[in-house]
């Protein structure tokens, strides 16, 4: 029985490790030249304007293709938990080449999703979005302070300044 469950643990670990896909999703974009301090900037500025728009709060993280900072910004009134957060959801979505979403999405369904919960550092709540220039992945962002629908539309806005 013993050896049984060492198996099973095994199998589930295994399994824990294989890529999250959809099949919208395909095979996930390769890595290309990581994203500049400018560049950084533009973004997070374009998912701020966003956010004052809506009054919403937000703490915004711009991350290279390795998930490293380049670039944070918190507006006045967020709320502190957001920092680590908005920085998490950046680097889940640079790390794992995919939204955060995507791990929002597969965890809600159930069944194999629940094997996410095993992924070190996979985020599964919408607002973190890879940063996408000539196909290919250059960084990340990460909104966090209102409802993951919220974070989603603040992080696309910043996103949407690289297409």
């Not at 013993?2 to 199998?11: E, G, N, P, T």
């Not at 399994?15 to 974009?29: E, F, K, W």
Request: proline share 3%.
């Amino acid at each position: 029985m013993k050896h049984i469950s060492i198996v099973v643990c095994a199998l589930l670990a295994a399994g824990a490790l294989m890529p999250v896909r959809t099949a919208a999703q395909g095979q996930p974009n390769m890595y290309g030249p990581t994203i500049t301090a400018d560049q950084a900037k533009t973004v997070a500025a374009a998912a701020v304007a966003e956010a004052k728009k809506h009054q919403w709060t937000m703490a915004v993280a711009i991350v290279d293709t390795a998930g490293d900072l380049v670039y944070f910004e918190k507006m006045d009134n967020t709320q502190v938990g957001s920092v680590d957060v908005a920085i998490a959801k950046a680097r889940s979505s640079a790390r794992f080449k995919r939204p955060t979403k995507a791990f929002q999405d597969a965890l809600a369904a159930g069944g194999e999703g629940w094997r996410i919960l095993s992924l070190e550092g996979a985020v599964a709540v919408e607002g973190g979005l890879p940063l996408i220039v000539g196909g290919k992945i250059v960084g990340a962002i990460g909104a966090s302070g209102g409802a993951a629908q919220q974070d989603g539309v603040t992080a696309a806005a910043g996103a949407a300044t690289l297409k």
